[in-house]
């Protein structure tokens, strides 16, 4: 507790007042948790709260309020089963749909992307100026994603940016993601992901249909990414699950029989557009179906975990009552290769330069 405590108030110290530098953001936390109790405690407070619903309502301290939200900046979180320390202000107030608790924090631009870069690398610092590079693209995404979800900003999860908390040492990363400043130029450019798989994507190749040629994530000669474990991979699904899969979501009725599925066209980086459904009908005839890749990946994902598929560069066969997957990269592949700007950062380029060699002149 001495480490935690000491490690908190360095960073509030450090921090001071909050300046107008750019627009608090809004971060849902914690919500596939569904969380009914937590220990709560500010920064200034050595005196834990406890905040739960009761009989369809919050209560703090067994006192029945229809929000709680505290003054202070930094809070801590305790539940069954796990803590975090968060940045900034916190708001609770009761999920109705769920009869859960709900967290909205108020957070500053330069905590908020320290936080996610510690979070999006595994709390690795080994190398900074990759940090730093990560930090810049992790406000540029923030910043032209304001009030994506209705009534807050962003969530906490992948599907925004990952956001847990306070990492170990958090004036460390909050001085790089100070330091990094805010990226120029298009905001909206500004996408990461793990591991791209040799090649990078266009933004407007993977979500709006375009014909960009790709980039390659080379440097004389080397694959920056090569040595990331999800650089290729394979996967084996079933027929029998991908025939649940089809007729769930209505591509494969009921009279029709499972044949094959085949990748039908794909973005000039390699990214699978459309999917080809070869279908038997019970005369003995069959039909094709194509349909878009991304709902489908995300379909079949849900049903049986996310690591089905790594990436949507992939490659599929149909064998022996099984559909072979094979593929290469982890994430959509836009933007800066988690991976690849590691290794340059490791062979001494700098945050600027790194960020120039994915992004162009900012």
């Known amino acids: 507790m001495r480490w935690i405590l000491g490690g908190w108030l360095g960073l509030c110290l450090m921090v001071g007042p909050l300046q107008a530098r750019e627009p608090r953001l809004t971060v849902r936390i914690l919500e596939k948790q569904n969380l009914r109790a937590v220990m709560f405690r500010d920064q200034a407070n050595q005196e834990w709260i406890e905040l739960k619903v009761s009989r369809g309502s919050l209560?703090?301290?067994?006192?029945?309020?229809?929000?709680?939200k505290p003054e202070k900046d930094g809070f801590e979180l305790r539940w069954d089963g796990g803590s975090r320390r968060y940045p900034g202000r916190v708001e609770v107030f009761i999920d109705g749909e769920k009869e859960a608790l709900e967290f909205l924090v108020h957070t500053d631009l330069d905590e908020y992307a320290a936080c996610v870069a510690a979070s999006e690398s595994g709390g690795d610092s080994?190398?900074?100026?990759?940090?730093?590079?990560?930090a810049r693209v992790v406000k540029g995404y923030a910043l032209t994603h304001?009030?994506?979800?209705?009534?807050?900003?962003?969530?906490?999860?992948?599907?925004?940016?990952?956001?847990?908390?306070?990492?170990?040492?958090?004036?460390?990363?909050?001085?790089?993601?100070?330091?990094?400043?805010t990226p120029g130029g298009r905001r909206d450019l500004y996408?990461?992901?793990?591991?791209?798989?040799?090649?990078?994507?266009?933004?407007?190749?993977?979500?709006?249909?375009?014909?960009?040629?790709?980039?390659?994530?080379?440097?004389?000669?080397?694959?920056?990414?090569?040595?990331?474990?999800?650089f290729s991979w394979r996967r084996t699904l079933s027929t029998s699950k991908l025939t649940k899969v089809l007729r769930k979501t209505g591509r494969l009725k009921e009279n029709e029989e499972f044949v094959s599925l085949d990748v039908a066209s794909k973005t000039p980086g390699g990214t699978v557009r459309t999917l080809i459904l070869k279908a038997r009908l019970a005369d003995g005839q069959d039909i094709l179906l194509h349909f878009p890749a991304?709902?489908?990946?995300?379909?079949?994902?849900?049903?049986?975990?996310?690591?089905?598929?790594?990436?949507?560069?992939?490659?599929?066969?149909?064998?022996?009552?099984?559909?072979?997957?094979?593929?290469?990269?982890?994430?959509?592949?836009?933007?800066?290769?988690?991976?690849?700007?590691?290794?340059?950062?490791?062979?001494?380029?700098?945050?600027?330069a790194i960020m120039n060699f994915y992004f162009g002149q900012e």
Not at 59 to 67: A, P
Not at 149 to 165: S, T
Not at 304 to 326: C, E, K, Q
């Open 191 to 230: 996408y990461f992901h793990r591991c791209c798989g040799g090649t990078l994507e266009d933004a407007k190749n993977v979500w709006d249909g375009g014909k960009i040629p790709p980039r390659q994530d080379h440097w004389k000669g080397r694959v920056l990414c090569s040595g990331d474990p999800h």
């Open 146 to 181: 304001l009030k994506r979800h209705p009534g807050y900003d962003l969530c906490d999860l992948a599907h925004c940016q990952v956001f847990q908390g306070l990492p170990r040492d958090p004036e460390t990363w909050m001085r790089w993601a100070t330091e990094t400043g």
């Open 59 to 68: 209560t703090v301290n067994d006192r029945q309020m229809r929000k709680f």
């Open 294 to 352: 991304l709902p489908f990946v995300s379909d079949s994902c849900r049903m049986f975990g996310w690591g089905l598929f790594p990436s949507y560069r992939f490659d599929l066969a149909t064998r022996d009552g099984n559909v072979l997957i094979r593929g290469t990269g982890l994430g959509h592949g836009v933007g800066l290769c988690q991976t690849g700007a590691m290794e340059l950062a490791k062979m001494g380029w700098s945050a600027d």
């Open 126 to 134: 080994s190398q900074p100026e990759y940090v730093k590079a990560l």
